[in-house]
């Protein structure tokens, strides 16, 4: 009986075919490879001026400024120095919710970076981990 030739392939096959699935992962890895570096953020940064929506919240808004002299004040004319910073935040936000202890910084166009990230280190010493910083409109006009 050469027409009737019998094997154990006859029927289904169960194993599964891993070549689509490799092909697909490599495939998927050339673009992920190929988009990561593009997503890198940081360049060319002129950050004073932003056309934003005005600052809205349920509670009264926190504003730490820093004039052009990196000197730091609460609210309007309450001045700060940096070592009492963290203490005076800690007691400002003291019977607030944890979602409502939130800062917004007010810098000097002309303040250096770093006197900036210096408030921001102590804000967060003093338990702030929301902090906003605010810019004026392209129009000179406050955000």
Known sequence: MAGNISSDTDGPIAAINVTPLVDVMLVLLVIFMVTAPMMQQGVEVDLPKATTAPLKGSTEQIV???????????GSGNKVELPELADKVKA??????????????????????????EVMAALHAGG??????????????GA
């Open 92 to 117: 400002i936000f003291a019977n607030r919710a944890e979602e409502e202890r939130k800062i917004y910084i007010k810098g000097d166009s002309s303040l250096g970076y770093g006197r900036i990230m």
């Open 128 to 141: 702030i981990t929301q902090i906003g910083l605010v810019s004026a409109t392209p129009d000179g006009k």
């Open 64 to 74: 730490v400024s820093l004039d052009k002299t990196g000197s730091i004040f609460i």
